[in-house]
């Protein structure tokens, strides 16, 4: 565990919490009734007019189930992630200074199709198979997704998945991953499911294998996203050709794709938006 002090990381003298110890170590965990029935319902209905109000943000996003930027666009939003039961979870692992890197809800309609095994960045300490992470050295943290549900997740509804463990990997999914599909494992761990109710979130490591799980016809999901980083990562709530620290005329002298990226005019990758 770590904590910022006069600007440097240190240990983490004070006690934290067992869900950051669970987080920590098995690279999920389960924060149930973050938020109660009525905070639920009103931030539901918030963000079910921002989805009303605004079409797509992206082209690739034909079926309508993503918002970006959220905490811009819905105060509840803006409030619900700064819940004390998420930092207090998040905070003994990415710093007291940790800032929101990307913020988005999800609606996925009926009968989804879940997704692919993948991790969301790094991983940030890579390392070749068979290279065991010490075990005297708690495995760094340096980004963390959260799902606030904003209706029932149950097994029906398609929920993520997640390889306990294999946040300390220091690997992407193996390229067979989804061929292996529900069987995948690391280090002889199996694949767990992370249901929840309304108002519970769920949080994970940025480098865990994760994916979201078929759907059954009749269910969907409905979230708000929130991925928390180190102060020391950037933000992505918009992307580096609308919100940068360059001049005008220094991205027209960038002839080339790296010297664009060189002063910090990315291409659109995971997180952005």
């Known amino acids: 565990?770590?904590?910022?002090?006069?600007?440097?990381?240190?240990?983490?003298?004070?006690?934290?919490?067992e869900v950051a110890a669970h987080l920590e170590r098995e690279g999920y965990a389960h924060l149930p009734g973050v938020l109660d029935a009525e905070a639920t319902a009103a931030?539901?209905?918030?963000?079910?007019?921002?989805?009303?109000?605004?079409?797509?943000?992206?082209?690739?996003?034909?079926?309508?189930?993503?918002?970006y930027a959220i905490f811009n666009r819905s105060p509840l939003a803006q409030k619900a992630?700064?819940?004390?039961?998420?930092?207090d979870a998040l905070e003994p692992?990415?710093?007291?200074?940790?800032?929101?890197?990307?913020?988005?809800?999800?609606?996925?309609?009926?009968?989804?199709?879940?997704?692919?095994?993948?991790?969301?960045?790094?991983?940030?300490?890579?390392?070749?198979?068979?290279?065991?992470?010490?075990?005297?050295?708690p495995y760094p943290v340096?980004?963390?997704?959260?799902?606030?549900f904003l209706i029932d997740c149950p097994?029906?509804?398609?929920?993520?998945?997640?390889?306990?463990g294999s946040h300390r990997s220091g690997r992407m999914p193996p390229r067979d991953a989804d061929e292996q599909g529900m069987a995948l494992s690391y280090?002889?761990?199996?694949?767990?499911?992370?249901p929840a109710k309304a108002g519970d979130a769920i949080a994970f490591v940025s480098?865990?294998?994760?994916?979201?799980?078929?759907?059954?016809?009749?269910?969907?999901?409905?979230?708000?996203?929130?991925?928390?980083?180190?102060?020391?990562i950037a933000q992505r709530i918009h992307t580096t050709d609308q919100v940068n620290h360059i001049a005008p005329e220094a991205a027209a002298r960038a002839e080339t794709e790296r010297e664009r990226r060189l002063i910090g005019l990315h291409p659109m990758f995971f997180y952005d938006g």
């Open 43 to 67: 931030l539901r209905d918030e963000i079910a007019a921002v989805y009303e109000s605004s079409p797509p943000d992206r082209e690739r996003d034909q079926k309508g189930e993503w918002r």
């Open 142 to 148: 340096f980004a963390v997704g959260v799902h606030l």
């Open 93 to 137: 692992l990415l710093g007291e200074d940790c800032h929101i890197i990307a913020n988005t809800a999800w609606r996925n309609p009926a009968g989804h199709q879940g997704g692919r095994w993948h991790i969301d960045a790094g991983p940030h300490v890579p390392r070749p198979a068979g290279v065991a992470w010490p075990e005297a050295i």
């Open 187 to 194: 280090e002889g761990r199996a694949a767990v499911t992370l």
């Open 207 to 232: 480098d865990i294998w994760h994916r979201g799980t078929p759907a059954e016809p009749e269910f969907g999901r409905f979230f708000l996203q929130c991925h928390y980083a180190r102060r020391d």
């Open 1 to 17: 565990m770590i904590s910022r002090r006069y600007g440097n990381l240190v240990l983490r003298k004070e006690p934290a919490p």
């Open 155 to 164: 097994p029906e509804a398609g929920p993520t998945a997640v390889i306990p």
């Open 81 to 87: 992630v700064a819940n004390r039961a998420i930092l």
